[in-house]
């Protein structure tokens, strides 16, 4: 009783920065510290103890990391706060620095520090507890992490310097965990890595996607598997029939090209040419009908020229993807890329990237209204105000378009599989009258 009343008085909150990969190491570590009996509080205000899962791959992400820390700090500084510890990416690369500028941080940690924060917070075990994942998602969907790391070569990317060299996550480990959610009433797996086709490299010695996708797809009361973030440079084809064949894997891809033009692709070490990227597009196309393929352009990058812009815009036309986002280069140190510099001014790389996102805008309308009139297969997510928020087949948590649901006379809950009639498209979202239940 004495034990229970000490971790009552040590509530902790946990705020995750960055990708859904962060995400994944922040539910493992709820999980540890709720096998140690800590209590969670709802907000930082109302914790003991603050963990910040920082990111630090771009400057962006990096500031964002850098003001949640001082806000934390000035909670502490008032005496909210006892305990403040910072993890993850932005801490594994840049802890000496932060402890020098940030002295009200009590500890530092890199990335996957479980057992190491754990004893900060619960000093008094003698071992290290594993608890279930406590999911930070909405109780239907999770995402699932295969590997960690990266072994890929790209000049402007700090993750293998943060993360580390690929690690493949055990079949065993990786179906036990999927069996475990599905108790807890995960019905979609978004599977992430840095890179999913590694996948088994350095565990079974090939690329052994397709066959984890095999098993996956057996888990009894899986309904949806999602990829995410398949790099095209020596893609392993072998699992499109399984993506093709198996009903509860999503016909959906998405695989981050950077750039198309060969020139800014080879200074980028991406080891794939415009041509390879077309005719890899294509076999996938032609390989899983109607898939949804999503991508995430670089622009600015340091040796991109007007040309090379233009040649993207091209592709962006002609491609037609169905989903597209981009990122203004960020000058990353101790990447290969960082001696090129930053020449590319901000508002000029700034007026880029709203050109692309316009081509791909029409894009997306045009694609969007030809939905129109179709009945398709949605996610329910939330009920907000009487209309239903909901996502389809090619519609990835958090990043994708979503499906607005019209339900007068049946009540419908999150995580509810429906028939929906498109009545009307925008340019990233669709309207739809609920048709039947599934």
């Known amino acids: 009783m004495k034990n229970k009343s000490r971790n009552q008085d040590n509530s902790v909150a946990i705020v995750t920065l960055g990708c859904s990969k962060n995400t994944v190491d922040s539910e493992i570590l709820a999980g540890h510290l709720k096998a140690a009996q800590l209590n969670f509080a709802s907000s930082p205000d109302k914790a003991n103890s603050l963990i910040i899962n920082t990111c630090g791959f771009i400057d962006m992400a990096k500031e964002e990391s850098i003001n949640t820390i001082l806000e934390a700090a000035a909670l502490k500084k008032s005496g909210k706060l006892q305990t403040l510890i910072v993890a993850g990416c932005l801490s594994e690369r840049y802890a000496d620095d932060l402890r020098a500028e940030m002295p009200e941080v009590d500890h530092f940690f890199g990335t996957e ?6 004893k900060v917070l619960s000093p008094d075990l003698k071992y290290t507890l594993m608890g279930e994942r406590v999911l930070s998602t909405p109780s239907h969907f999770a995402y699932l992490k295969i590997s960690e790391g990266c072994d890929n070569p790209c000049s402007f990317c700090a993750i293998p310097i943060m993360r580390g060299g ?3 996550k055990p079949k065993e480990e990786i179906i036990a965990e999927m069996k475990s959610l599905v108790r807890q009433g995960v019905k979609e797996f978004v599977v992430v890595a840095q890179d999913l086709t590694y996948y088994g490299l350095d565990l079974y010695g090939n690329r052994s996607l ?3 996708l095999k ?3 057996d888990v009894e ?3 949806w598997i999602r990829l995410m973030y398949a790099y095209p440079a020596k893609f392993p084809r072998d699992i499109l029939p399984v993506i093709a064949e198996r009903d509860n894997i999503c016909k959906y891809l998405d695989m981050p090209l950077q750039h198309i033009s060969t020139n800014v692709l080879k200074s980028m070490r991406r080891g ?8 890899l597009i294509g076999v996938i196309r032609d390989s899983v009908p109607n898939i949804t393929l999503r991508s995430t352009f670089i622009i600015g990058y340091p040796n991109e ?5 233009d040649e993207l815009c091209e592709f962006t036309s002609e491609i037609k993807l169905d989903r597209m986002g981009a990122f203004l280069y960020s000058q990353e140190d101790d990447t290969y890329s960082y001696i090129l510099g930053d ?6 790389k700034e007026e880029r990237k709203q050109r692309l996102m316009e081509i791909q805008k029409g894009i997306s309308l045009e694609k969007n209204q030809a939905k129109i009139g179709t009945t398709i297969k949605v996610l329910i997510e939330e009920n907000i105000n009487g209309e239903y928020q909901a996502r389809s087949e090619a519609d990835a948590p958090e990043v994708d378009n979503e499906v607005f649901v019209r339900s007068p006379d049946v009540e419908l809950h999150p995580g509810d599989f429906v028939n929906v009639e498109i009545e009307d498209a925008s340019e990233f979202d669709l309207y739809a009258t609920f048709v039947s239940r599934i």
């Not at 020229?305 to 812009?309: L, Q, R, S, Y």
């Open 343 to 348: 020449p590319i001014p901000h508002e000029v």
């Open 113 to 118: 520090a479980y057992s190491n924060i754990l």
């Open 215 to 217: 098993e996956m797809s």
């Open 272 to 279: 794939i040419t415009r041509r390879a990227t077309e005719e």
């Open 210 to 212: 397709a066959d984890l």
């Open 166 to 168: 690929h690690r493949s």
């Open 221 to 223: 009361g899986v309904k």
């Open 305 to 309: 020229t007007e040309a090379d812009f």
